[in-house]
């Protein structure tokens, strides 16, 4: 009896524990730190303002209405059918209040189409990817190449399949790499998209286009505030539509110049571990970790795959005894399928690691050559493929 | 609008009763048995669909998969949509249209009765083929019901999905030109265009708008079958083709298509209304003109679903402006509804309160889909669950509550029998208090930044998705109350009267309850 007693507190008290959390509050548009943000939070605003008023009014009419006549109150309906007055007064106040609301908002649209390029700006190219993104920055080189990095999910699989561990504060919401972008500076974002369609969605910035292959969508922001923002992808692209977040933060100038430094000078250590000579140790170490985080969401961590969808590469002919095919696919991908090009993605010491990886795991040494491949195999291939 | 109608009553039928048995449904050619499967389908297909639902809000209640992995997911998801939109919702208009329509105008049947035989079966005979998948490898589709390519053209088992759409689209075009010329020609003398009922008038324009759309679709996914498996690239921008296109395409019919789902929904609550308030309907040729207008501009409004997609400013604003049109002779027809309660002498049984519901909630999603227009508000709500919000709350307590508010209100002419008038009652506050704490919270993540079509999310979601897929369970239990209320109507009740209700007025009014197996086989005269 007490038993059941608590059990019934604590259907009462969830639902009460649910509006006290802090997190309740959390029912409205951000207002973001961008000052188009701004404007469309105050449109956003206005147009709710609008409807709740005309809402108080006509359901306040309408209730009003059915409790005033209800039958026990009124036997004798009236038979009246028209009105031309209020008629005319309810069609055209509210055509006067659209045109109030649609003047402000194509105000707000002029300004967030002015695509141009501005003094002083930076131009990113975001490539949507299935599931991740990539950042091109077309005005700083490094090598003889625009600065590009990839951006993937970083919460491990333990927290979101069948939550075995618990999550982390930023859950589905952090990537291995943020895009850096220096505050107070017109950046334009040039979006499109490698394979199906997503979205690039950053609600602190209002901002969101569609990444389309074929397709360059322009967003321009400006933010004022410093600080990491979160965002997703809002197009479905397929299965792991939810697991690719977009993260930016947003710097000062001299941060972001510092930062800049920082990816130059990587990219020479690399150029340098690609001459290194590698034992097949070494490479799985790195393989195994590379595989998890950038195939195992097609090709499963058991290598299986999944039937009707993604190949197995588990006991797979071309991955045990075709090292020349393999290198291929992995650095063309396969044209009209989920299978991409990791040639942007991974580097030389990745690129190989991951193919030695799936060369001799789950049994795949055994079964076939059991040949590994080295970074010199991929900048040889490189090299006579350019 | 009164009738003299010849005395109908107890009249001795020189005309065969249907058949004995299945071959009864499977070859009948009578406009209330194909109103009654295209009903009992309607409702198969609303569980089936439901179902779904609840898979999608269990898996949602808190954060992480639990249940299922994203692609069973996306395919719950999509066949949800599909089987509400093609299986539930359209088809329980078309059965009530069947119903209906004839009884309306005083016609004897449908003007193509085996047309209609054949549209009602080609319906399962395309659910059949579409949930085959299910038991294929790569599944069911799981591109969403707007299966946008190119995510769809490399999706596993698309030629099925493709073959089912074809043949729900030859369903519903024949039932379209059946209702068009069954309107046009078989009306009882007397009953001119504007003296016809609101819920036919409200039907012969859906019509119009499916016999438009419905090719436009089979379009797109015959382009989408090409590109899948004849190697064409319509939509493939590799091979010289436009992703965009396909958008522009399959919204062309899918705005309309939105239209097509509320029409007979506005046809339907104004006779209730009126009814129950015993007050003729205020403006009834407004509302006549406000369904057309509705359907006109509906054909010019379609980007307003691609606001994103990156179009030239001219376009955003047109379809902006456009679009914000469309509130006002929706306006008119809410404004009308509440003249017609004003000074009216009303009772609220349950079809009454469906209605109500229906005006209050369907304006609400009315208020959110302004909202939607405003195209810088637009790119933050698109895509997140403020849309989902928002086209369940015209959809549900919507169109869905009007198809109830229309079982309720003309099961007794059906079935001869009243329904229980407390456990619809009960019905109908479950459902509305399960519709509002499902779907009003997701008007709250979805603006905090919430995505549709995601199987996991962020953890400052969690409360209100919860809270959202409490009300789902709510909502899904009760429809099993409203299946034993209409099973205990078709075979026990209160004897109605032919009346049944003492506001009703109408030509179907004036036939027996049950109506007889053959009505109006001498057209009854309209003043
Ligand atoms: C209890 C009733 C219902 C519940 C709990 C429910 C729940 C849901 C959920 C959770 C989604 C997925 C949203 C997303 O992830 O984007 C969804 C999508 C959808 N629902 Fe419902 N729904 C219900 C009834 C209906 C009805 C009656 C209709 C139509 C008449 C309908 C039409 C749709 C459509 C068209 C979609 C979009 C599918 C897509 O994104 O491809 N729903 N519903
Ligand atoms: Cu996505
Ligand atoms: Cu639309």
Redesign the interface.
Known sequence: MAYMKNKLWALILY?IS?FM?A??L?????VGVTD?SK??FG??MA??FV?VA??VI??G??FW??WK???SN??????????HT??IL??II??LI?IA??VP??I???K??DHEAEEGGIDIQVVGWQWKWQYKYLDEQVGNKPLSFFSNLTTPPD?????RVE?T?????EVDEPVVIPVDTPVRFLITSN???H?W?M?DF?????A????I??AKTKVNVPGIY??????????????MPIVVKAVTQEEYQEWLQQKRDLAEQIAYLTEKEWTSEELLATGEEIYETRCAACHQTNGAG????YPALAGSDVVMNDKAKQIEILMEGI????MQSFAEQLNEVEMASVITFTRLAWGNERSGDGEIVIPKDIVEYKETNL | MSAVVENHNHHDDHHHGPKKGIMRWLTTTNHKDIGTLYLWFSFAAFLLGGAFAMGIRAELFEPGLQLMDPIRYNQLVTMHGLIMIFGGVMPAFVGLANWLIPLQIGAPDMAMPRMNNLSFWLLPTAFAILLSTAFMEGGMPGFGWTFYAPLSTNYPNVAYFVFAIHIMGASSIMGSINVIVTIMNMRAPGMTLMKMPLFVWSWLITAYLLIAVMPVLAGAVTMLLMDAYFGTSFFDAAGGGDPVLFQHVFWFFGHPEVYIMILPAFGITSHIISTFSRKPLFGHSSMVYAMVSIAVLSFVVWAHHMFTVGMPLVAELFFMWATMLIAIPTGVKVFNWCATIFKGSITYETPMLFSIAFVVLFTIGGFSGLMLAITPADFQYHDTYFVVAHFHYVLVPGAVFSIMAAVYYWLPKWTGNMYDEKMGRLHFWLSFAGVNITFFPQHFVGLAGMPRRYADYALQFAEWNAVSSVGAFLFGLSQLLFLYIVVKTVFAGKKATPQVWDGADGLEWTVDSPAPYHTFDVPPKVK
């Open positions: 639902p649910l959390s997190d309740w959390d029912v409205n548009m951000p188009i404007e469309v449109l956003h147009i709710f409807v005309i809402g006509v359901f009419v309408l209405s059915m006549y209800r039958r009124n036997k004798k309906p009236a038979t009246f059918t028209e009105n209020v008629e309810w069609t509210p055509t659209l609301m649609a908002a194509s707000t649209l002029k967030i189409y927290q979101y399949e069948f939550n999550k504060e930023n859950y589905l919401l394979d199906v369609i979205s969605y609600s209002a901002v969101k286009q569609d389309i292959p074929g397709f969508n322009v979160r965002g997703n992808c809002t197009e479905l692209c397929g299965e792991r539509h939810a697991y999944i039937a009707g969808f044209r009209g399928s989920q």
